[in-house]
């Protein structure tokens, strides 16, 4: 079946440092790949999408590119601000399945 | 405009009990998920409703669990006799198109 594996974490970054948070997943078919970020005390909110291969999703600085030959989506940020601690969840849609799958997350931490 | 409200926003109930939780989803959503979020363990679907066709129950981890949405809009999952592996976060989403809308979610402490 469809699986997606994150980076475990948490992450710890310094202010205005550079972010990478790895995805990779396993799915048949051509799935959307999706980026969610949960900040504390709230629910799941859609960061950035990409529907095929080679699209780059964007969103508040954030951005990930479909490789469907690495089966990957890999979020960055080139400097990221203290905002943006949060769990980041990769997750794709409409592969062998109709149900989105999700990764188990990664916590960002960033210090001032 | 109003998201998905789910409710309550905490529930502590002891080993053996009935809970109910609520969700709310976006007015004119077709499609409402049921997923549990545990430490660690990331999300693990429960249920899918699509318009009124029957639902996915395939992600329900046993028979204590059970979910209906009325009206194809307000659902409730229903979790019997609970247990401590129960204790989690319940989020409820729902979708109009391809993206999810996701509600607080419920967390539920099972003593």
């Known amino acids: 079946g469809d699986s997606v594996t994150q980076m475990e974490g948490p992450v710890t970054l310094s202010e205005e440092a550079f972010l990478t948070i790895n995805c990779t997943y396993t799915a048949t078919g051509y799935p959307s790949l999706f980026w969610y970020v949960q900040y504390p005390g709230e629910g799941l909110q859609l960061l950035l999408k990409a529907t095929k291969a080679d699209d780059k999703g964007s969103n508040k600085g954030f951005e990930a590119t479909y490789r469907k030959e690495t089966t990957s989506f890999h979020l960055e940020k080139g400097s990221v601000q203290v905002s943006d601690s949060a769990v980041y969840f990769c997750a794709l849609e409409g592969g062998g399945s109709y149900i989105p799958t999700f990764g188990r997350g990664t916590s960002l931490i960033v210090h001032p | 405009g109003a998201g998905v409200s789910q409710s309550p926003s905490n529930k502590v109930t002891e080993k053996g009990k009935d809970v109910e939780l609520r969700c709310d989803p976006i007015s004119g959503h077709t499609a409402l998920y049921w997923y549990r979020q545990s430490l660690g363990q990331g999300l693990e679907f429960l249920i899918y409703f699509q318009g009124n066709s029957a639902p996915d129950k395939s992600g329900l981890p046993s028979d204590r669990f059970s979910a209906e949405r009325t009206g194809g809009s307000v659902s409730t999952l229903t979790i019997q006799r609970t247990q401590q592996e129960d204790s989690a976060v319940y989020l409820c989403?729902?979708?109009?198109?391809?993206?999810?809308?996701f509600g607080n979610g419920t967390r539920l402490t099972v003593t």
């Open positions: 989403a729902s979708s109009g198109r391809d993206t999810l809308h």
